[in-house]
């Protein structure tokens, strides 16, 4: 039995080994659109509106709203930065009753069950980041079937279960970012590895993807090693970073983090093994979790949107959608203090380009 | 176990049921609708069909772990072999629910023949279904089902949810089998004590088999239902559903030690979880409030079936 | 149910080699194993087995081995604890607050310990004296704990904690605290399951309850000792595992219990109770480890690493009931 097992495991690993040697684990199979290498923006085709329309909503212009929230998850910084915006977005209208709830892990079978809870109890507005596009489609569809006004933000849906959404940068430029920052870190030849959250989350996979895309077009020569899954967890961030250096010593020149946990948990992975300045690490992060770091120039620079202005955004614009001041066809919006936005590929609505921090501007942040 | 004994855990349930569905229906004029109603049977059929053979698993004083590994590979394999083989979708459905019932007797093999207990035996295999449903998807989704497959999870029959009508057939032959067949009375036996059972001539091996094989089966049967209401595959479906299906199990009576619970036990058990879950939201408490309070009428329910079967034994 | 189990020390007409084989098979399985996982990975990836790898592996999964010791006991005496992951969230989020709030150090460590205590006596009274199964007081538990961390918290991140506060990056000869807490806290316990009264009461509850009321043993208040063990271990367990990096994520982490009580079991602890060892779970949380760490070096692709590390569970446990028929 137990000569089985192991011949069974030897199996798996060369099958899977020699199989998907090619491209970048964890990104998906989706089409890629890298951007231009010298940072020309990438030329966005106009597309009719293609988002879903609420059936017979009542008449909300001007009157209370009542607006949940239901990020992917609860209980992490990131979401907890959404959710302020949208809190500090809802006060300055004054006639939104915001309110975030949501599941404990990232869940798409519990995500269902809280929208449509909520759709049962009759709320104006739904605010969603959603776990998987298309999982969460039926029930978001049933919402809007009920009249309610839907608008997504940070995780999109198939578009014509929402009516928009707000997109806190496009895929490719935060593919481009992460990979030139990273190039610039550690050489145009240089090796890395990337932490992320799992290979089933859709934005990560997403970002992988678009920058295994652009690394291939504009930093052809930038050696990836490999991709390890981490959830959204501290230790195990940590532990995989460490083993990460541990395995490569000093090939290993940058670390990647995909998520707002697990790059602060590679910057303490390497500073605990002593190799400041030695490995690099890029990513996507909140800036106060990164300040200790960059502080201590362990880390160069850190990217990120803004998600207290992505929650704001988003609350403005379900307030625009549900006074009818924001129609199909319109090519922007006014978010109150983050002025006018772009109405971009039909039915999204553009936050701006991604955010680099670093320690110039980063004690002016505090989320 | 005697019918009084048995009365006892259902009263004390069936009154806290009706006590919990008066409170919330207060809280909310939303939840004693039969829309509300109706779509909550939705949401819980995958976890209730799975809870059914749970039962009978912990009545032998078993316990099944895998159960959401088994549905979250199900689900993966049922897109593979409809997407990526180009099987006809019926024809992988029906693979995926063989999958799912091989994945069962594996356990019940590891159980029965090498004499792992179950909570290890499912514990490791747990890892190990979920690890195969990561590795054969590679994380990739299969999506673009035809219409008539969405019935089964997004579709109505009779102005009744699709999966509703599966659920309750389901817990109507559980319940005859548990209830009037020697196969149930050998459940019991096996549970009470599996010793006197096999001197009394009952195939415990085999009785064992049937049943992890049959939760097996059950759970594959739960993931095709599960992606035709999300309309996709993702390796990480079910991903803590034994958790809540043990919750319902054991809040309905059932005893983890074996030997004692009955399918309407579960089924009042299950539907005082959900109508918790939704009645609480309906009346604006927050999730994680909802999880509190859960685990507290867990604790309390035992406690009071407790006390009150002590206090009649005098 | 009729698990035929060998107990420790079944036999005195048997060798001194298959008794010592007999009491202490599994942890000689689970040592050649680590060995056998030490020499072929570090053949082929030298660096598996640099110093900075093994500190990293072993310094790293401490918080497991030490939670593990304490569930080892509640297994023992026939319970089980569920709730384990959830109670070390809470556990760490109240280190956590209680340092970034000026309180003194030492009661930022205690404070768990005590809470930790506080929490798992009410769980061992709950299934003691009146009688709940422990699986179903600590499922309650978990979504009590779970659902009251993130009611009070909301999730915010801890962070600005005082140096001196973060225990497990403390270094004695070299070495990170939370290894020489694992092989103290591993001795002691082992010291007191085999030589002291209490001890050798938790095999006989587990074993058989009656028997054990009978020989005298006040078996509900023991279990509620067993269960106030369980805690101060789950108390340091979330000390070290709020204090290895510089921010408390104060949520639930998430298959916490998942994998202490695996690290238990596979350890030899049999879930009927009445048998096992602390050591042999301390030894599978450090195998466990070992192969999570390993799989990375052997560039097993990460798509498959968890059909792989359930795949070597199950060859764990098979390989030691294959030795318990072997033994009998």
């Given at each position: 039995?137990?000569?089985?097992?192991?011949?069974?495991?030897?199996?798996?690993?060369?099958a899977?080994?020699?199989?998907?040697a090619a491209?970048?684990?964890g990104?998906?199979?989706?089409?890629?659109?890298?951007?231009?290498?010298?940072?020309?923006?990438?030329?966005?085709?106009?597309k009719?509106?293609?988002g879903?329309?609420?059936?017979?909503?009542?008449?909300?212009?001007?009157?209370?709203?009542?607006v949940?929230?239901i990020?992917?998850?609860?209980g992490?910084?990131?979401?907890?930065?959404?959710?302020?915006g949208?809190?500090?977005?809802?006060?300055?209208?004054?006639?939104?009753?915001?309110?975030?709830?949501?599941?404990?892990?990232?869940n798409?079978?519990?995500?269902?069950?809280?929208?449509?809870?909520?759709?049962?109890s009759?709320?104006?507005?739904?605010l969603?980041a959603a776990?998987d596009p298309?999982?969460?489609?039926?029930?978001?569809?049933?919402?809007?079937?009920?009249?309610i006004?839907?608008?997504?933000?940070?995780a999109?849906s198939t578009?014509?279960?929402r009516?928009w959404?707000?997109?806190?940068a496009?895929?490719n430029?935060i593919?481009?970012?992460?990979?030139?920052?990273?190039?610039?870190?550690?050489?145009?030849?240089?090796?890395?590895?990337?932490?992320t959250?799992?290979?089933?989350?859709?934005n990560?996979?997403?970002w992988?993807?678009?920058?295994?895309?652009?690394?291939e077009?504009?930093?052809?020569?930038?050696?990836w090693?490999?991709?390890?899954?981490?959830q959204?967890?501290?230790?195990?961030s940590f532990?995989?970073?460490?083993?990460?250096i541990n395995?490569?010593?000093?090939?290993?020149?940058g670390i990647?983090g995909?998520?707002?946990?697990?790059?602060?948990a590679?910057?303490?992975?390497?500073?605990?093994?002593?190799q400041?300045?030695?490995?690099?690490?890029?990513?996507?992060a909140t800036?106060?979790?990164m300040?200790?770091?960059?502080?201590?120039?362990?880390?160069?620079?850190?990217?990120?949107?803004?998600p207290v202005?992505?929650?704001y955004?988003a609350?403005y614009?379900?307030?625009a959608?549900a006074?009818?001041?924001l129609?199909p066809?319109?090519t922007?919006?006014k978010?109150?203090?983050?002025?006018e936005?772009?109405?971009?590929?039909?039915s999204?609505?553009?936050?701006?380009?991604?955010?680099?921090?670093d320690?110039?501007?980063i004690?002016?942040f505090?989320? | 176990?005697?019918?009084?004994s048995?009365?006892?855990?259902?009263?004390?349930?069936?009154?806290?049921?009706?006590v919990?569905?008066?409170?919330l229906?207060q809280?909310?004029?939303?939840f004693f609708?039969?829309?509300?109603?109706?779509?909550?049977?939705?949401?819980?059929?995958?976890v209730?069909?799975?809870a059914?053979?749970?039962?009978?698993?912990i009545?032998t004083?078993?316990?099944?772990?895998?159960?959401?590994s088994?549905?979250?590979?199900?689900?993966?394999?049922?897109?593979?072999?409809?997407h990526?083989?180009?099987l006809?979708?019926?024809?992988?459905?029906?693979?995926?629910?063989?999958?799912?019932?091989?994945a069962?007797l594996?356990?019940?093999?590891?159980?029965?023949?090498f004499?792992?207990?179950?909570l290890?035996?499912?514990?490791?295999?747990?890892?190990?279904?979920?690890?195969?449903?990561?590795?054969?998807?590679q994380a990739r989704?299969v999506?673009g089902y035809p219409d008539?497959?969405?019935?089964?999870?997004?579709?109505e029959v009779?102005g009744v949810?699709?999966?509703?009508?599966?659920?309750?057939?389901?817990?109507?032959?559980?319940?005859?089998?548990?209830g009037?067949?020697?196969f149930?009375r050998?459940?019991?036996?096996?549970g009470?004590?599996?010793?006197?059972a096999?001197?009394s001539?009952?195939?415990?091996?085999?009785?064992?088999l049937?049943i992890y094989?049959?939760?097996g089966?059950?759970?594959?049967?739960a993931?095709?239902?599960?992606v035709s209401?999300?309309?996709t595959?993702r390796?990480?479906m079910?991903?803590?559903?034994?958790?809540d299906?043990i919750?319902a199990?054991?809040?309905?009576g059932?005893?983890?030690f074996?030997?004692?619970?009955?399918?309407?036990?579960?089924?009042v058990?299950?539907?005082?979880?959900?109508a918790?879950k939704?009645?609480?939201?309906l009346?604006?408490?927050?999730?994680?409030?909802?999880?509190?309070?859960?685990g507290l009428?867990?604790?309390?329910?035992?406690?009071?079936?407790?006390?009150?079967?002590?206090?009649?034994?005098? | 149910?009729?698990?035929?189990?060998?107990?420790?020390?079944?036999?005195?007409?048997?060798?001194?080699?298959?008794?010592?084989?007999?009491?202490y098979g599994?942890?000689?399985?689970i040592?050649?194993?680590i060995?056998?996982l030490?020499?072929v990975?570090?053949?082929?990836?030298?660096?598996?087995?640099?110093?900075?790898?093994?500190?990293s592996i072993?310094?790293?999964n401490?918080?497991i081995?030490?939670?593990?010791?304490?569930?080892?006991m509640?297994?023992?005496?026939?319970?089980i604890d569920v709730s384990?992951?959830?109670?070390?969230?809470?556990?760490?989020?109240?280190?956590?607050?209680?340092?970034?709030?000026?309180?003194?150090?030492?009661?930022?460590?205690?404070?768990?310990?005590v809470?930790?205590m506080?929490?798992?006596?009410?769980?061992?009274?709950?299934?003691?004296?009146?009688?709940?199964p422990?699986?179903?007081v600590?499922?309650?538990?978990?979504?009590?704990?779970?659902?009251?961390?993130?009611?009070?918290?909301?999730?915010?991140?801890?962070?600005n904690?005082?140096?001196?506060?973060?225990?497990?990056?403390?270094?004695?000869?070299?070495?990170?605290?939370?290894?020489w807490?694992?092989?103290g806290?591993?001795?002691?316990?082992a010291?007191?399951?085999?030589?002291?009264?209490?001890?050798?009461?938790i095999y006989a509850?587990?074993?058989?309850?009656?028997?054990?009321?009978?020989?005298?043993?006040?078996?509900?208040?023991?279990?509620?000792?067993?269960?106030?063990?369980?805690?101060?271990?789950?108390?340091i367990?979330?000390?070290?595992?709020a204090?290895?990096?510089?921010?408390?994520?104060?949520?639930?982490?998430?298959?916490?219990?998942?994998t202490?009580?695996?690290?238990?079991?596979?350890?030899?602890?049999?879930?009927?109770?009445?048998?096992?060892?602390v050591?042999?779970?301390?030894?599978a949380?450090?195998l466990f480890?070992?192969?999570?760490?390993?799989?990375?070096?052997?560039n097993?692709?990460a798509?498959?690493?968890?059909?792989?590390?359930?795949?070597?569970?199950?060859?764990?446990?098979?390989?030691?009931m294959?030795?318990?028929?072997?033994v009998k």
């Amino acid at each position: 039995m137990k000569k089985k097992t192991v011949l069974l495991a030897a199996g798996l690993v060369l099958a899977s080994s020699a199989a998907y040697a090619a491209s970048w684990t964890g990104g998906d199979d989706l089409p890629t659109s890298p951007l231009a290498c010298d940072g020309t923006p990438g030329t966005v085709a106009a597309k009719p509106y293609d988002g879903g329309v609420p059936t017979n909503p009542p008449d909300r212009n001007g009157k209370k709203i009542t607006v949940v929230d239901i990020p992917k998850l609860i209980g992490i910084g990131y979401f907890n930065a959404t959710s302020k915006g949208i809190a500090d977005a809802a006060k300055e209208l004054g006639n939104v009753d915001a309110k975030t709830d949501g599941p404990t892990k990232a869940n798409i079978d519990e995500q269902i069950t809280f929208i449509d809870n909520y759709v049962t109890s009759g709320v104006d507005g739904i605010l969603f980041a959603a776990n998987d596009p298309v999982a969460i489609a039926p029930v978001l569809k049933k919402a809007l079937a009920a009249g309610i006004n839907v608008v997504g933000y940070d995780a999109n849906s198939t578009p014509d279960a929402r009516q928009w959404f707000v997109n806190q940068a496009e895929f490719n430029g935060i593919g481009k970012t992460m990979i030139d920052s990273l190039a610039k870190e550690i050489g145009e030849d240089g090796s890395f590895a990337i932490v992320t959250s799992t290979f089933t989350t859709p934005n990560q996979a997403r970002w992988i993807a678009e920058m295994s895309a652009y690394a291939e077009k504009c930093h052809p020569n930038l050696k990836w090693l490999e991709t390890v899954e981490a959830q959204e967890d501290n230790v195990l961030s940590f532990n995989q970073a460490t083993t990460l250096i541990n395995k490569y010593g000093d090939q290993l020149k940058g670390i990647v983090g995909m998520t707002s946990v697990a790059t602060p948990a590679s910057a303490e992975a390497v500073t605990q093994a002593g190799q400041c300045g030695k490995v690099a690490v890029v990513g996507l992060a909140t800036p106060n979790a990164m300040k200790p770091y960059v502080e201590k120039d362990c880390v160069k620079s850190v990217v990120l949107w803004n998600p207290v202005d992505l929650g704001y955004a988003a609350a403005y614009v379900l307030r625009a959608a549900a006074d009818g001041t924001l129609k199909p066809g319109d090519t922007s919006v006014k978010a109150g203090k983050l002025g006018e936005l772009q109405v971009v590929n039909g039915s999204e609505i553009l936050l701006g380009a991604p955010f680099v921090f670093d320690k110039a501007n980063i004690g002016q942040f505090d989320f | 176990m005697t019918l009084r004994s048995f009365l006892r855990h259902e009263a004390v349930l069936g009154f806290l049921l009706i006590v919990v569905l008066f409170l919330l229906a207060q809280q909310s004029d939303k939840f004693f609708t039969t829309a509300n109603i109706l779509n909550q049977g939705r949401l819980m059929a995958e976890v209730g069909l799975i809870a059914l053979p749970m039962t009978f698993v912990i009545i032998t004083g078993g316990i099944d772990l895998s159960v959401g590994s088994i549905l979250g590979l199900c689900a993966i394999l049922l897109g593979v072999f409809w997407h990526n083989l180009g099987l006809p979708l019926p024809v992988a459905m029906v693979l995926a629910i063989v999958v799912g019932g091989i994945a069962g007797l594996i356990n019940g093999l590891i159980i029965t023949r090498f004499k792992v207990p179950p909570l290890i035996a499912t514990l490791a295999t747990l890892a190990l279904y979920r690890g195969l449903a990561e590795g054969i998807s590679q994380a990739r989704s299969v999506r673009g089902y035809p219409d008539w497959f969405f019935v089964l999870g997004q579709g109505e029959v009779l102005g009744v949810p699709t999966q509703l009508w599966i659920l309750v057939i389901f817990a109507i032959i559980a319940a005859a089998i548990l209830g009037l067949t020697t196969f149930g009375r050998a459940t019991y036996a096996v549970g009470a004590n599996e010793t006197a059972a096999r001197f009394s001539g009952i195939n415990v091996d085999r009785t064992k088999l049937l049943i992890y094989t049959g939760a097996g089966l059950i759970s594959g049967l739960a993931a095709v239902i599960f992606v035709s209401r999300v309309s996709t595959t993702r390796s990480d479906m079910g991903t803590g559903v034994e958790l809540d299906v043990i919750t319902a199990v054991v809040l309905g009576g059932t005893s983890i030690f074996g030997g004692r619970g009955t399918i309407i036990g579960t089924v009042v058990g299950l539907i005082l979880v959900q109508a918790l879950k939704n009645g609480l939201a309906l009346s604006g408490v927050k999730g994680d409030g909802t999880i509190v309070v859960i685990g507290l009428v867990l604790i309390l329910a035992i406690l009071a079936t407790n006390l009150f079967s002590r206090n009649g034994d005098g | 149910m009729s698990l035929d189990i060998a107990a420790p020390r079944r036999s005195a007409s048997t060798g001194v080699f298959a008794r010592t084989i007999g009491t202490y098979g599994q942890e000689f399985i689970i040592l050649a194993a680590i060995v056998a996982l030490f020499i072929v990975v570090g053949f082929i990836a030298p660096r598996f087995v640099s110093q900075t790898n093994l500190t990293s592996i072993f310094s790293g999964n401490a918080y497991i081995a030490v939670a593990a010791i304490g569930m080892s006991m509640v297994i023992i005496s026939g319970h089980i604890d569920v709730s384990v992951g959830s109670l070390i969230g809470v556990l760490a989020t109240i280190a956590g607050t209680l340092a970034v709030n000026g309180y003194p150090i030492w009661i930022a460590w205690c404070a768990p310990i005590v809470v930790g205590m506080v929490i798992t006596s009410l769980i061992g009274a709950l299934v003691a004296y009146v009688r709940i199964p422990s699986i179903v007081v600590t499922l309650g538990m978990l979504s009590i704990l779970k659902g009251g961390l993130i009611s009070l918290t909301g999730g915010a991140w801890i962070t600005n904690l005082p140096p001196d506060f973060l225990i497990a990056q403390f270094r004695l000869f070299g070495v990170p605290s939370p290894v020489w807490f694992m092989l103290g806290l591993t001795i002691v316990a082992a010291m007191f399951m085999r030589y002291t009264a209490f001890g050798r009461s938790i095999y006989a509850i587990g074993g058989n309850p009656e028997a054990a009321r009978v020989a005298g043993i006040r078996v509900e208040r023991s279990t509620v000792a067993i269960f106030a063990i369980h805690g101060f271990f789950a108390g340091i367990a979330a000390i070290l595992f709020a204090t290895q990096l510089q921010v408390i994520q104060s949520t639930v982490p998430a298959g916490l219990e998942l994998t202490v009580i695996t690290a238990s079991v596979v350890g030899g602890v049999s879930i009927l109770g009445g048998t096992g060892t602390v050591v042999g779970s301390t030894l599978a949380a450090i195998l466990f480890a070992a192969i999570g760490s390993s799989l990375i070096f052997l560039n097993v692709s990460a798509y498959w690493l968890r059909s792989v590390q359930g795949l070597l569970i199950l060859a764990t446990v098979l390989a030691d009931m294959a030795r318990r028929r072997g033994v009998k």
